[in-house]
Nanobody, 121 residues
Framework: QVQLVESGGGLVQAGGSLRLSCAAS????????MGWFRQAPGKERDFVAI????????DYKASVKGRFTISRDNAKNTVFLQMNSLMPEDTAIYYC??????????????WGQGTQVTVSS
């Protein structure tokens, strides 16, 4: 059974940085594009960033472009999200998932618990 475990969140002041990790176990996602998504209180889960299976192509939500960097280490079955210049509107629970375009794979249901990011002003 696949398991995704997100970590690295925390409380940070505006302008600060965090590095999130997403470790997969139970199966490999090395042949899949992987995405980061986030859900703020009272809002739908939203796309943040995606990286291709090889790691050579990336895409970002407009509001995080230039501040966030997605990367992956296929040898460790792990995806990362480096977040710099954090803003209060980045506050959310962050999740990772195999993705297609700006959406999680349609049949994917094994969401992890996510990691809470809170940015204070």
């Amino acid at each position: 059974q696949v398991q995704l475990v997100e970590s690295g969140g925390g409380l940070v002041q505006a302008g600060g940085s965090l590095r999130l990790s997403c470790a997969a176990s139970g199966r490999t996602f090395n042949n899949a594009a992987m995405g980061w998504f986030r859900q703020a209180p009272g809002k739908e889960r939203d796309f943040v960033a995606i990286i291709s299976a090889s790691g050579t192509a990336t895409d970002y939500k407009a509001s995080v472009k230039g501040r966030f960097t997605i990367s992956r280490d296929n040898a460790k079955n792990t995806v990362f999200l480096q977040m710099n210049s954090l803003m209060p509107e980045d506050t959310a629970i962050y999740y990772c998932a195999p993705a297609n375009g700006r959406d999680p794979l349609p049949r994917f249901a094994s969401w992890g618990q996510g990691t809470q990011v809170t940015v204070s002003s």
